[in-house]
């Protein structure tokens, strides 16, 4: 977030060291929603997760996901679990960037409210 001057790195959830996850502020965790659930790497980083204490640590969720009868009201989204099992201050409520069919691309409008919300984010923290 260079406008607001907000140091990020991103990572791909099967390359973070959880132990280094003490050294961050704030945590955005997030990812795809497979069979209106978490993918397995997700579920692995999560429990792996409990071994370090980030509860001092402020974050936020998310997911991705295709917009269905089954998960028309954020019931089965990814980011709803995640936010649960995630032992931090959530300083907004989880979001769901839409996908248009499984390979995407995202919803119109999608990229512009993610952008929107990560300058909201980069002014709490």
Same mark, same amino acid.
């Not at 649960?84 to 248009?100: D, G, N, Q, T």
């Given at each position: 977030?260079?406008?607001?001057?907000?140091?990020?790195?991103?990572?791909?959830?099967?390359?973070?060291?959880?132990?280094?996850?003490?050294?961050?502020?704030?945590?955005?965790?997030?990812?795809?929603?497979?069979?209106?659930?978490?993918?397995?790497?997700?579920?692995?980083?999560?429990?792996?997760?409990?071994?370090?204490?980030?509860?001092?640590?402020?974050?936020?969720?998310?997911?991705?996901?295709?917009?269905?009868?089954?998960?028309?009201?954020?019931?089965?989204?990814?980011?709803?679990?995640?936010?649960?099992?995630?032992?931090?201050?959530?300083?907004?409520?989880?979001?769901?960037? $839409?996908?248009?069919?499984?390979?995407?691309?995202?919803?119109?409008?999608?990229?512009?409210?993610?952008?929107?919300?990560?300058?909201?984010?980069?002014?709490? $923290?």
């Amino acid at each position: 977030m260079e406008e607001q001057e907000v140091k990020v790195d991103c990572v791909k959830i099967d390359e973070v060291d959880v132990d280094k996850l003490v050294e961050y502020d704030f945590l955005a965790v997030g990812g795809p929603t497979h069979n209106l659930g978490m993918s397995k790497p997700m579920k692995g980083f999560l429990e792996e997760l409990k071994i370090v204490d980030i509860s001092d640590k402020k974050g936020f969720c998310f997911d991705t996901r295709v917009q269905s009868r089954f998960n028309r009201f954020d019931l089965n989204s990814a980011a709803k679990r995640i936010e649960k099992k995630m032992k931090v201050k959530m300083i907004k409520p989880r979001k769901s960037a $839409i996908v248009e069919g499984r390979e995407g691309p995202l919803e119109k409008g999608t990229q512009k409210t993610f952008r929107k919300l990560g300058k909201e984010i980069a002014e709490l $923290i």
